[in-house]
């Protein structure tokens, strides 16, 4: 069956970095697109990254672009969040899911990222 599960978060001080890692199983992962997001207290989840199946293309949320970087390695069956100069409002429960067309067919269970002094 297929799973995604997310490791890497925790907390870290505002201008610090995190790399997520998402490892994924039961499907063939080369041929799907991948995405991170992630929810805040209180406030919807959020597209924050996506790559496409060959890692040739990628897109990010306003909020993230020059800070976040996503990639993939095929090889490894896993998709990386890497994330810099993080700010308070970073913080969320972030989840990687695969792309399926239009939408987002299987989730992560999450991992928490908390920002603070």
């Known amino acids: 069956q297929v799973q995604l599960v997310e490791s890497g978060g925790g907390s870290v001080q505002p201008g610090g970095s995190l790399r997520l890692s998402c490892a994924a199983s039961g499907f063939t992962f080369s041929t799907y697109g991948m995405s991170w997001h992630r929810q805040a207290p209180g406030k919807e989840r959020e597209l924050v990254a996506s790559?496409?199946?060959?890692?040739?293309?990628?897109n990010y949320a306003d909020s993230v672009k020059g800070r976040f970087a996503i990639s993939r390695d095929n090889a490894k069956n896993t998709v990386y969040l890497e994330m810099n100069s993080l700010k308070p409002e970073d913080t969320a429960v972030y989840y990687c899911?695969?792309?399926?067309?239009?939408?987002?067919?299987?989730w992560g269970q999450g991992t928490q990222v908390t920002v603070s002094s």
């Open positions: 899911a695969r792309r399926f067309r239009l939408w987002y067919d299987y």
């Open positions: 790559i496409s199946s060959g890692g040739f293309s990628t």
